[in-house]
C-alpha cells in the first residue's frame, strides 16, 4: 500500500474512534441517588454503596449522593452502610445504556436516633420561636400520597405507564380493578365464569401481566384486590414502558403496580 493510502487509513480509523463511543457507555447502566436518615430525612454523607454482584463500591458527598457506573445489564444486590445506621440492601434490574435514580433510606442505631430526635425539637422550638405573621392568602398544591409512595410519584413524572390515584379511583366510583384499568391504552380483557383477566394487547395469548403489590410481586392476590383497598394504581403494557425497577423475564407480559391502604409507611417522627 502506498504510503500516502496508509497514512489516510490510519487518520480515518482514529476519526471512527474518536466519533464512537465506548461499547462500555452503550450497552452498561447507571445507578445514582441519595442516602437520607429514614428518621430526619437528611442526607448521609460519607454513606458507602456496594455493588455486591461486582465487588464495586462509592462513598455519599457532602449531600449525600452517589453514582455507580457500568453496571452490566441484568440485577444487581447493592449494600448500603453509614455510621451510626443499620445497613441496608436492595435489588434492582438494570436495562441497556439506564440511569435510574433513587433515595436511600437507613434506620438510624437507637443512639444514633435519640440524637437525631434531640436535635429535631431544639430546631423546633427555635422555629416557632422566630415564627412571624404572614399576611392572609390560600396556598394550594396537589396532596402527596405520603413518603412511601415518592416513586410512585416519581414515575408518574416521567410520563411512562399509565396512573390512577387515589383521588381518581374515587371519583370514578369503580367496583373492581378491572373497572379502573378500563379505558387504558393497550389493554384487553378476557372475562370467563364472571371473572375478568388484564392482558397487554401487544403480548402473546396467555401471556399475564406481573403484578406488583406494595413493591411485592403477587399474582395470586393482586388481579383480585378490593378497590377500596387501592390509593395507587400503575399500569405499563410493555417492554418500552416498564421502569428498570420491574424488569424481568415477564415484563414483556407488562407489569400492573398496586399501593394499598395496609402497606408499611417508613417510619418517620
Keep these: 500500500m502506498p504510503r500516502t493510502a496508509g497514512a489516510l487509513a490510519v487518520a480515518l480509523a482514529l476519526l471512527l474512534c474518536v466519533g464512537s463511543p465506548p461499547l462500555a457507555a452503550q450497552t452498561t447502566a447507571t445507578f445514582a441517588g441519595r442516602v437520607l436518615d429514614a428518621v430526619s430525612g437528611r442526607p448521609l454523607t460519607a454513606a458507602t454503596v456496594t455493588v455486591v454482584t461486582t465487588g464495586q463500591a462509592t462513598r455519599t458527598d457532602s449531600l449525600g449522593r452517589f453514582e455507580v457506573r457500568g453496571l452490566a445489564v441484568g440485577i444487581h444486590r447493592f449494600l448500603v452502610s453509614a455510621p451510626g445506621h443499620a445497613r441496608g440492601s436492595l435489588s434492582l434490574a438494570f436495562a441497556a445504556r439506564e440511569r435510574m435514580e433513587r433515595d436511600l433510606e437507613l434506620e438510624p442505631t437507637e443512639v444514633a436516633r435519640a440524637a437525631v430526635l434531640a436535635d429535631s425539637a431544639a430546631r423546633s422550638v427555635a422555629d416557632t420561636a422566630r415564627v412571624q405573621a404572614l399576611p392572609g392568602g390560600g396556598v394550594t ?4 400520597a405520603g413518603r412511601r409512595y415518592a416513586d410512585f410519584e416519581r ?3 416521567t410520563g411512562r405507564g399509565q396512573y390512577r390515584t387515589r383521588a381518581e379511583l374515587e371519583a370514578g366510583q369503580y367496583y373492581t380493578l378491572q373497572d379502573a384499568m ?3 391504552r393497550g389493554l384487553r380483557f378476557n372475562c370467563a365464569g364472571g371473572t375478568c383477566r ?6 402473546p395469548m396467555g401471556c399475564a401481566p406481573e403484578y406488583v403489590v ?8 393482586g388481579p383480585t384486590i378490593p378497590i377500596r383497598d387501592i390509593v395507587g394504581l400503575e399500569v405499563y403494557t410493555g417492554v418500552s414502558d416498564v421502569p428498570g425497577e420491574f424488569a ?9 403496580v398496586i399501593w394499598t391502604t395496609s402497606g408499611r409507611e417508613p417510619r418517620r417522627k
Excluded: L, P
Design 141 to 144: 398544591a396537589d396532596a402527596s
Design 155 to 157: 414515575r408518574r413524572a
Design 182 to 184: 378500563r379505558g387504558m
Design 198 to 203: 388484564a392482558q397487554m394487547v401487544r403480548a
Design 214 to 221: 406494595d413493591e411485592r410481586v403477587d399474582n395470586a392476590f
Design 248 to 256: 424481568g423475564q415477564n415484563s414483556g407480559c407488562g407489569v400492573i
